[in-house]
């Protein structure tokens, strides 16, 4: 994997860094009246999907461990997957959208965009990689009918 760091920890990094942009760079603050609230809701969101996930990889009987992709044994497709081919990776967008807003700082959308950017393309499109090597043709049809993200 390109990736040596697990997307939740590369999460917790960009939320740190969220938090200080908010701190430092009060120039680039934004009011929004119920911030809290529409975080809170973004988090509740965020966490059902990882859920979903998940309880789908439990399911399978599959490995949930992004940095060793080589080590799942069924392709899920099901559940919450029908919808998005990385909900986990959603997941953790989500929360960071919800920090976006709860910190309330232009520069922190950036670091959101950041954050979407560098997962893919360190941590997902490796991982497509070694699943179409472990799959083959089944992955790349999932691929074709189902989006990355949303």
């Known amino acids: 994997m390109e990736l040596k760091i697990p997307p939740p920890i590369v999460a917790a990094l960009f939320a740190l860094t969220m938090w200080g942009m908010a701190t430092i760079a009060t120039f680039a603050a934004l009011t929004i009246h119920v911030s809290w609230v529409v975080s809170l809701v973004l988090l509740v969101v965020a966490l059902a999907i990882d859920f979903f996930a998940l309880i789908s990889f439990q399911i399978a009987k599959t490995t949930i461990n992004p940095m060793q992709p080589h080590k799942a044994s069924q392709l899920v497709v099901v559940g919450i997957y029908k919808f ?6 959603l997941g953790l967008a989500v929360i960071m959208l ?7 700082n232009l520069i922190n959308i950036a670091l959101l965009f950041t954050f979407v950017w560098y997962i893919t393309q360190y941590q997902i499109i490796p991982e497509e990689r070694a699943l179409v090597k ?3 043709d089944d992955f790349i049809a999932y691929q074709s ?6």
Do not use: H
């Open 84 to 89: 998005t081919r990385n909900p986990m990776y």
């Open 98 to 104: 919800a920090f976006v807003i709860w910190f309330g």
């Open 134 to 136: 472990l799959f083959g």
């Open 145 to 150: 009918s189902v989006r990355r993200w949303i």
